[in-house]
């Protein structure tokens, strides 16, 4: 009788530690799922939030200090992409419309049939190509900027579903031993009947 009331006490304990394993891993995967809803609200505000420094006087002031805090930042701690991004573009715009000009003044100066076919063979084409090349590379640092935010956010859902396959391991791990201790299965050879 001792042998099957310790025998039923240690199948309730083992039925205790499912228990808790069971409860642990819900418990888990409840906080991964908070914790992911409120990485991707935060993300989603971030992304409806655009920069819009000439909206009004005050969005410009607001701008004007993000912009002044993103370039004395000089331990890159925080990204400023998207706050530079129109700092960037109007200063290639400025270059786009001083080059040619400068080119034609330069020209004038030296001949004015020179300076004047410069100016409409060539400055104007030499603006808009300045201009789009502009363009281009801030939608192309643009682009790259919003793709690192997503392979960290991916980064960091490879962390959580490894912190949960390491939660689902260890119960694992341990019902196989179990069933390794149990070996009914094992047939032992049988000396032979004489």
């Given amino acids: 009788m001792t042998d099957q009331s310790n025998t039923s006490a240690a199948e309730l304990e083992e039925f205790d530690e499912e228990e808790f394993e069971v409860g642990r891993w819900a418990a888990f995967k409840e906080t991964a799922a908070r914790r992911m809803s409120r990485r991707a609200a935060a993300e989603a505000e971030q992304a409806e939030e655009p920069v819009e420094p000439f909206a009004s006087p005050s969005a410009f002031g607001a701008w004007s200090v993000a912009a002044a805090k993103s370039l004395l930042d000089v331990q890159f701690q925080h990204a400023a992409t998207r706050t ?111």
């Fill in 84 to 194: 530079l991004l129109p700092l960037a573009y109007l200063l290639g715009l400025a270059a786009a419309v001083a080059i040619p000009i400068v080119g034609t003044v330069g020209l004038w100066r030296i001949s004015t049939w020179l300076g004047l076919v410069f100016a409409l063979v060539f400055a104007v084409p030499l603006g808009l190509t300045i201009a789009a090349v502009v363009r281009l590379l801030l939608e192309f640092v643009l682009n790259a900027s919003r793709l690192a935010a997503r392979v960290e956010h991916i980064s960091d859902m490879a962390d959580d579903l490894f912190q949960a396959l390491s939660d689902v391991a260890e119960p694992v791990n341990q019902l196989s031993e179990d069933v390794r201790a149990v070996q009914f299965w094992r047939y032992r050879r049988r000396s032979p009947r004489k």
